[in-house]
């Protein structure tokens, strides 16, 4: 079964701290990955994705994604994060942007 | 860049009753739409994809009778719940892909619904 797992609901990162959330997947087929981040009371914004070549992706805001396929991870990172990167994030897999399925998103707040 | 306005944001309903909820593309063409749910603790959960001009494929498990889906133009898709009942509550996304862009999709903002 088609599935994504985000091992993190909650996390909770003072500024300047780096960051990390996991991303598992399950997925049969030509795999892409999404990294989309929802601020408080706005839209779901991509962030990045992956698609195919360099498995080590750049997104905006300093973000950067790793597709590790023998690890079926696709983990965020950012090495030092600020009190505006406080958001919802959601990992999601997909052939292409079709029918995107969902993890259930971390909550992650930096405090000042 | 690209918008996608979804309204209402928020409806209360009585049970029995039947909901109208619209998206909108506002500055691109959207040949196809997706609708999504969301409980609370969960992920996005899919329930259809919506295709101007033809008829919405919904997924395994979803009503198609109870949400109804409309997608008239190219830049407006609808989603209607009908006859209501409180386990419908739930948080209602929509999404459109944008054919300029490789694809690219944008969300809504999203319509809390709660129905009493």
């Known amino acids: 079964a088609q599935s994504v797992s985000q091992h993190n609901h909650h996390v909770i990162l003072s500024e300047a701290a780096s960051l990390e959330l996991g991303c598992n997947y399950s997925y049969g087929g030509t795999v892409n990955l999404f990294w989309y981040v929802q601020y408080p009371g706005q839209h779901l914004q991509l962030l990045l994705k992956?698609?195919?070549?360099?498995?080590l992706v750049k997104g905006i805001k300093g973000f950067e994604a790793e597709f590790i396929k023998s690890k079926f991870s696709f983990n965020l990172r950012k090495p030092s994060v600020q009190w505006s990167d406080t958001a919802e994030y959601f990992c999601a897999v997909g052939g292409g942007y079709n029918k995107l399925i969902f993890g259930a998103g971390t909550r992650l707040a930096v405090h000042p | 860049g690209a918008v996608v306005s979804q309204h209402p944001s928020r409806v209360i309903c009585k049970s029995g009753t039947s909901v109208k909820i619209e998206c909108r593309s506002l500055d691109f063409q959207a040949t196809t739409m997706f609708w999504y749910r969301q409980f609370p603790k969960q992920s996005l959960m899919l329930m259809a994809t919506s295709n101007e001009g033809s008829k919405a494929t919904y997924e395994q498990g979803v009503e198609k009778d109870k949400f109804l889906i409309n997608h008239a133009s190219l830049t407006l898709s609808t989603l209607t719940v009908t006859s209501a009942h409180p386990e419908d509550s739930s948080f209602y996304i929509c999404s459109a892909r944008d054919g300029r862009e490789r694809g690219k999709l944008f969300f809504g903002s999203g319509t809390q619904l709660s129905v009493l």
């Open positions: 992956y698609f195919s070549g360099d498995p």
